[in-house]
Nanobody, 124 residues
Framework: VQLQASGGGLVQAGGSLRLSCVAS????????MGWFHQAPGKERVFVAA???????YYASSVKGRFTISRDNAKNTAYLQMNNLKPEDTAVHYC???????????????????WGRGTQVTVSS
């Protein structure tokens, strides 16, 4: 599975962005999808995930502001980010896996497939 993330950019605090993750090589229908981000000088951390059956999971820091979704027909996952804050500034990575246990989704080693990141910068 190859993942291509896009949609990052520069936005003011309070603004919105929508990230997209297009997969190729396999159909995503049976894959769990997710997003991690890595801020400068910090570790990569879990942001959100959507299971193959449509269940959604969020980090507490983004709950209520971000929405993850998927369109299996387009082999694409999305991350709608609203009310962005300067602390959301990070490189955002799309991830996929078809065998992880959902209780382990916040652990980056649980995910087999990673796309190149897309930069999100939020100015104050």
């Amino acid at each position: 599975v190859q993942l291509q993330a896009s949609g990052g950019g520069l936005v003011q605090a309070g603004g919105s962005l929508r990230l997209s993750c297009v997969a190729s090589g396999r159909t995503l229908r049976t894959y769990n999808m997710g997003w991690f981000h890595q801020a400068p000088g910090k570790e990569r951390v879990f942001v959100a995930a959507v299971s193959w059956s449509g269940g959604t999971y969020y980090a507490s820091s983004v709950k209520g502001r971000f929405t993850i979704s998927r369109d299996n027909a387009k082999n694409t996952a999305y991350l709608q980010m609203n009310n962005l804050k300067p602390e959301d500034t990070a490189v955002h990575y799309c991830v996929a896996d078809n065998s992880l246990i959902m209780s382990s989704i916040k652990n980056e080693v649980s995910w087999d497939y990673w796309g190149r990141g897309t930069q999100v910068t939020v100015s104050s």
